[in-house]
DNA sequence: ATAGTTATATCGGTCATCCGATATATATAA
DNA sequence: TTATATATATCGGATGACCGATATAACTAT
């Protein structure tokens, strides 16, 4: 999710930014769309730090109903996504078919 | 690079991959081309040892001309770009424009 | 021959990602 | 109330990605 370097360390982060821009979700539901996606459920020792990280990050806000809380993206977890998009594609261009 | 898991962190040896199945390369160019799309060339800190797993794998085919050595997919590289593709379009649907 | 450049490679160390197991807190069911 | 399920969260440990520095080997000057 940063800027220099090489680091292609980020993409689960990349992954949840973009679920989370489609739809606000709540960790369930990210975890389920992953585990659409990639065939198998990240473990929440996976999923929640990575959340954690956004969300410290400034990316994320919650919205806690009971037990369940809901993502979104913030301004600057928008802006972040709209960079992280454009570095992704020019990074695999013509992987896509 | 593997199938089961969660695991993103395969992205490096992903990117070589793909880029060696357009063209066969030598590592300076495989950088090359990483920088151009990343904007910073890896270190061969890290290139190197990607491109090692990826022949001790049996990804890759080598060819030495003088200092210079020509990377290729193999057959069994060829197959397993094209499965790593696949799951990969799968997981960053909608990512692309 | 000697020096410098280029391509490949390894080493040490740091941090992110990942899993499985476990913990907490809330909701639901018996 | 007590048990069970669900959603979120942390911990320990393993591995991958990464850099900077350094090493080797082969060309290319001078």
Redesign the interface.
């Known amino acids: 999710m940063d800027d220099?370097?090489?680091d292609?360390?980020g993409?689960?982060g990349f992954?949840i930014l973009?679920l989370v821009s489609?739809k606000p979700m709540h960790g369930k539901e990210i975890a389920d769309e992953?585990a659409k996606?990639?065939?198998?459920?990240?473990?929440p020792g996976?999923l929640y730090p990575a959340i954690k990280n956004l969300r410290e990050a400034g990316f994320l806000d919650e919205e806690k109903e009971g037990k369940t809380i809901t993502y979104a993206l913030t301004p600057s977890g928008k802006k972040a996504l709209t960079v992280a998009?454009r570095?992704?594609?020019?990074?695999?261009?013509?992987?896509?078919?």
Chains 1, 2 share one sequence.
Do not use: A, D, H, N
């Open positions: 220099e370097s090489c292609m360390r993409m689960l992954l973009f489609k992953i996606r990639k065939g198998e459920k990240p473990s996976t998009k570095k992704f594609c020019k990074i695999f261009l013509g992987v896509f078919p």
